[in-house]
């Protein structure tokens, strides 16, 4: 019996037919850029020898103190009013407990019911969609030690980490009205980047998810479309990349999918993402510990936020990626798939602002720095903050382009040649004999050899194929080194060939 | 003389090193000597650290032939209780799970010390990680009362009254959390001091109740405390919690004036369960100081009933917390052969852990977990709010509250230890300093039975200086601080 | 409030504590009496007063970023009970 044809049970259609709808959480890490740690004096680093950046209070000796850094509350109370949260007036700090090696108090200097910021939100754009991601909370916390899993039956720990100030954000699920919530792994990714994105323009964190300083455990729920109660939710862990977000979520929004179509629950579990394997696993957890009795840390006294001190970090922030990418289009008139890209870091947002304000022809640029700049970035696995081309070497580019001196293929050579040595447009092309040729008389010279040399591409022209323009015009660049004029080789041509 | 140096006080001590009539290192030694005399039978100290004092002495002398200006504690022994960290000396607070620890670093006060130029003789003993009120709880042995080795010492800083009234050191330091430095001095018939709370640094104090402890000086007479102090109290930028103010010389206040004070003296703190004996002889006093021109009154004070459960959710509370780090993985004891972290702290934490320090942890574990958060440690919180309020208001008609230290003398040794909260009761006339952080001081008042009476004063927070007063007037008019026990 | 056998058994295990049965049985009489004397704290109207976590009225205590040598590493690991060169060792840790 052909099952294609007749199914064993006959699935009525309105089963069938089930809409499931994701409801996604995210609750992201970032580690602070700090130059010391969040509750001592060890420095804040990445790497290095185990144990080589701890001291008495992130060993959690006997006796000592947490005292808290100063600069990690402004980089925290900047990101906050940069999510657009309110700052808590007054704010203190809990522990949180529960015993594990890496965490060397057995418990976790963390905020629990007044955190730093609340009510705030991430605007993300996904297939032409823009929503407003609401963001519950932002709250500061210390990083943990690390565990090294060595051969045997033993583990060895690192407190190097142990510490480190620590900002967890987390989305609200569900959004209150005007607001959304993440729903696909596109949007998972994308809220993750523009996170980051705000983050690196503030300066707070270098967000690198491949070297832990950005974290994100998603929590993934499927509901019947149209059902308001939360189906069960999983979370993922060990997502180290924009790329496995995204997968992770995919992976695990289909798994649970299929799990309910095929009259399965989902359980309430944390999964491995495995990355070598595409897929989410069960971790065996031990038990779920949610017993972490909070209460106030008696060794720090509370913090109070005046509103001249949040108006004063507020006018401090730097424009954000959004308002910088609606000025980008307003100002400049540039396209806003080109001002997307320009607003993605800084450095090349700055560059682009840097130069289209010195030129008559902001689009240019626009064009050269999302288009040869980044391929070149690309290709040669540079920093943007370590390029040696300026806005002055832009503008000086489009300038003898517009005035003439040179033609564009010959200026992506110059602007190659700007970029690896850090000359100036006018020198490269006085050193290298760039300068177009616009005299007549030496492209006739050039385009009647050309069409001496090639009698039978000439009559197939004549013959009427006449895409063999582009050949003639290639031959005749050929022969003036690419300097000629184009429009002169053109029109020189079409008198030519009649 | 020379042969009973260890029967001086610091401030007398101090006057024949200033005048050269003894050196520094004869001051250690007769005190190191003392010590092997008497520490077998009255078990002060968990270490001693004699060739450390007599190092630190040579270097007092070399000072003092150089001519050096002399510091109030410059070459006077003194004994450090046995939770507060000091560098490569055994630090154990009387607990096995920390049998063979030796910290990295010093604890503020025990730096401190070190610049007032103040020798160490010794870690002294007490109730495991502070919790008790008779060092019977110590993980190693416990401390005997130098008035009589039958009873207790009091605790949890047993082994620092019980030093300072054996003469095995000059002054020694203890930590009060609930009564720890208080009820031990009242026990041994010596000077306890519980400053205002934020006053001394709490940095490298291992904690039990972190919003309560505070380190204090135990010493032979009031003098001796406000100099002491004088030494130990500060801002500390490793402690949040220590105030930015400034410290007065509190020797200053260190005058014979009572006259126009006001003194309250709450029903609460007397009667039910109070020894009429010990009710008597602080009576008296109060009496002897209206005849020195003092004016008192009897108030009522009703949410001190409550002082004890408060007490009894917020210690274990905190200290469900600040003991969870002992779990074998980083310094201490760790117990063999467990194949998972769990089974290792498990074991760990029996192993290591006491008696009363499991039930407090047990209980302060239980006060925090959710669905009891409200009932017990918040309402907890609540009430402790209400005893703050009620000293702030009695501290607008009065200037300190004078109480028993404690309701009854130095009990036999075993004699409470089926009855837990017998033992507690013990305090109950000293937690609530500390649940609303302010200032107390314990002094002798009277002997029953041979035993030590000790007299509490209690002032509004930071006002340390009126302690002093009162408890100095007290001693001119009294001789009990000179009386030595019988070793 | 009484605090079964049982309940006693899950507060020991979320305070990593083996008790004996001993002293499982000693522990549940001695908590349970101390329960009882937290009863009368209810009695009391506690419902227009803060908590107090903070004896001293001070705020905003913080500290300058600024990083300070830290300790070297053989005294960070000078009193572990089992060491592998800087490293602290524990049993196997079950990934989480």
Not at chain 1, 207 to 234: D, L
Not at chain 2, 203 to 222: E, H
Request: net charge negative.
């Amino acid at each position: 019996m052909n099952r294609d044809i007749y199914p064993l049970f006959p699935i009525p259609c309105s089963l069938t037919m089930i809409e499931y709808e994701p409801v996604i959480g995210m609750e992201v890490h970032v580690e602070l850029q700090t130059e010391s740690k969040m509750f001592c004096g060890c420095k804040v680093d990445f790497g290095g020898d185990p144990n080589t950046r701890c001291c008495p209070v992130c060993l959690g000796l006997p006796g000592s103190l947490p005292v808290v850094n100063g600069r990690a509350i402004e980089y925290m109370a900047k990101a906050a009013i940069a999510l657009d949260c309110s700052i808590t007036p007054q704010s203190i700090f809990h522990r949180k407990n529960y015993y594990y090696p890496d965490l060397p108090k057995n418990y976790q200097i963390s905020q629990y019911d007044n955190p730093l910021g609340v009510d705030g939100y991430v605007e993300i754009t996904v297939g032409g969609i823009t929503k407003k991601i609401a963001v519950r909370r932002v709250h500061m916390e210390e990083d943990t030690g690390k565990l090294i899993h060595v051969e045997g039956n033993f583990s060895h720990v690192d407190y190097n980490r142990s510490g480190v100030p620590l900002m967890e954000i987390v989305t609200m699920n569900p959004p209150p009205p005007g607001y959304d919530q993440i729903q696909s792994a596109d949007e998972a990714r994308e809220y993750l980047q523009r996170l980051r994105q705000i983050l690196l323009y503030l300066g707070v964190s270098d967000c690198k998810m491949e070297e832990g300083s950005m974290r994100c455990e998603p929590n993934i729920s499927i509901r019947p479309k149209g059902q308001e109660k939360f189906g069960t939710k999983t979370e993922i862990k060990n997502l180290n990349s924009f790329r496995s977000v995204y997968l992770g979520v995919e992976y695990e929004l289909k798994r649970q999918e299929k799990l309910l179509r095929e009259g399965g629950t989902v359980v309430q579990e944390t999964r491995r993402w495995d990355d070598s394997r595409g897929m989410t696993a069960s971790m065996r957890t031990k038990e779920v510990e949610q017993e972490y009795r909070y209460f106030p840390e008696p060794d720090l006294v509370p913090m109070r936020f005046e509103s001249d001190w949040i108006e004063n970090l507020r006018s401090s922030l730097p424009e954000l990626p959004m308002a910088k990418r609606d000025r980008f289009i307003s100002q400049y008139g540039i396209a806003e798939v080109d001002a997307e890209v320009l607003v993605d870091s800084l450095d090349l947002a700055n560059l682009f602002d840097n130069t289209a304000k010195h030129t008559k022809d902001p689009k240019a640029v626009a064009n050269w720095i999302t288009g040869e700049f980044l391929r070149l970035i690309n290709a040669t696995g540079t920093a943007i903050s370590d390029t040696k081309l300026t806005s002055k070497h832009i503008c000086g580019m489009i300038d003898i382009i517009e005035n003439g001196t040179i033609n564009r293929n010959i200026a992506k050579t110059v602007f190659e040649d700007m970029f690896n040595t850090g000359k100036q447009a006018d020198q490269i092309v006085e050193e290298k004999g760039l300068k177009q040729v616009t005299d007549t008389g030496a492209i006739e010279a050039a385009v009647d050899k050309v069409i001496a040399d090639c009698p039978n591409e000439v009559e197939r022209f004549k013959a009427g194929e006449e895409r063999l323009v582009g050949f003639f015009v290639g031959k005749v660049m050929k022969e003036t080194q690419g300097k000629a004029n184009p429009g002169v080789v053109n029109k020189l041509l079409k008198e030519k060939l009649g | 003389m020379a042969d009973r140096l260890f029967e001086l006080t610091t401030h007398e001590l101090h006057d024949l090193l200033k005048s050269k009539q003894v050196s520094a290192v004869e001051v250690a030694q007769n005190f190191i000597e003392r010590i092997d005399a008497v520490d077998g039978k009255v078990r002060s100290f968990v270490t001693t650290t004699p060739e450390l004092a007599l190092e630190q002495a040579k270097a007092i002398d070399e000072a003092i032939a150089k001519g050096e200006k002399l510091g109030a504690l410059a070459g006077i022994p003194g004994a450090i209780k046995d939770n507060m960290n000091t560098r490569g000396i055994l630090t154990t607070c009387s607990s096995k799970i920390l049998y063979n620890y030796k910290p990295v670093y010093d604890a503020t006060v025990v730096q401190k010390l070190g610049e007032a130029g103040a020798l160490t003789v010794g870690k002294t003993n007490l109730d495991e990680f502070a919790m008790g009120s008779s060092c019977e709880n110590s993980g190693f042995f416990p401390t005997h009362n130098p008035w009589n080795l039958d009873k207790v010492p009091g605790g949890s800083s047993g082994g620092s009254a019980a030093a300072v009234a054996a003469d095995e050191c000059a002054f020694s330091l203890g930590s009060d959390t609930g009564g720890s430095i208080r009820q031990p001095a009242s026990f041994c018939g010596v000077v306890g001091l519980k400053p205002t709370y934020g006053r001394v640094s709490r940095y490298g104090l291992i904690a039990f109740a972190s919003s309560l402890d505070q380190i204090g000086p135990i010493t032979k007479d009031v003098t001796d405390s406000a100099l002491v102090f004088n030494a130990i109290a500060g801002k500390d930028p490793c402690d949040t919690t220590s105030l930015d103010i400034e410290t007065p010389d509190f020797t200053k206040a260190l005058r014979d004036d009572v006259k126009g004070l006001k003194i309250g003296v709450p029903k609460e703190f007397y009667g039910q369960g109070t020894d009429p004996d010990v009710e008597k002889a602080v009576k008296d006093v109060i009496n002897m100081l209206a005849g020195l021109g003092a004016e008192y009154k009897e108030i009522s004070m009703s949410s001190v009933n409550y002082g004890l459960p408060v007490y009894y959710i917020i210690a274990p509370a905190e200290c469900s917390s600040n003991l969870a780090r002992f779990d074998g993985v980083r310094y201490g004891l760790r117990s063999k052969g467990s194949t998972d972290t769990i089974a290792m702290y498990e074991k760990t934490r029996e192993e290591g852990f006491g008696a009363e320090v499991k039930q407090r942890i047990m209980i302060g574990t239980y006060a925090l977990s959710a669905g009891y958060y409200d009932a017990y440690y918040l309402k907890a919180q609540k009430v402790r709010t209400m005893l703050r309020m009620d000293f702030e208001k009695a501290f607008e008609e009065f200037d300190v509250i004078i109480t028993p230290t404690s309701p009854s003398v130095a009990f036999g040794i075993g004699a409470l230890a089926d009855d837990p909260y017998a033992m507690k009761l013990a305090d109950v006339c000293t937690i609530p300093a500390n649940l609303a952080g302010i200032p107390a001081i314990s002094i002798p008042c009277g002997f029953k039975n041979g035993l030590p009476i000790g007299l509490q004063i209690i002032a509004k927070g930071l006002d340390e200086e009126t302690l002093f007063r009162v408890a100095y007037t007290i001693e001119q008019h009294t001789q009990w601080h000179k009386k030595k026990p019988n070793l | 409030m009484r605090l079964t056998r049982q309940d006693i058994e899950g507060v020991a295990h979320l305070s990593r504590l083996e008790l004996s049965e001993e002293e499982m049985e000693k522990l549940t009489g001695h908590i349970n009496r101390l329960l009882e004397n937290f009863e009368e704290l209810q009695e009391l109207d506690t419902d227009d007063i803060e908590p107090t976590s903070h004896v001293i009225p001070v705020y905003n205590v913080f500290r300058e970023d600024k990083s300070r040598p830290s300790l070297p590493p053989e005294e960070v690991v000078a009193n572990g009970p089992q060491v592998d060169g800087a490293c602290f060792v524990v049993p196997r840790v079950v990934e989480t």
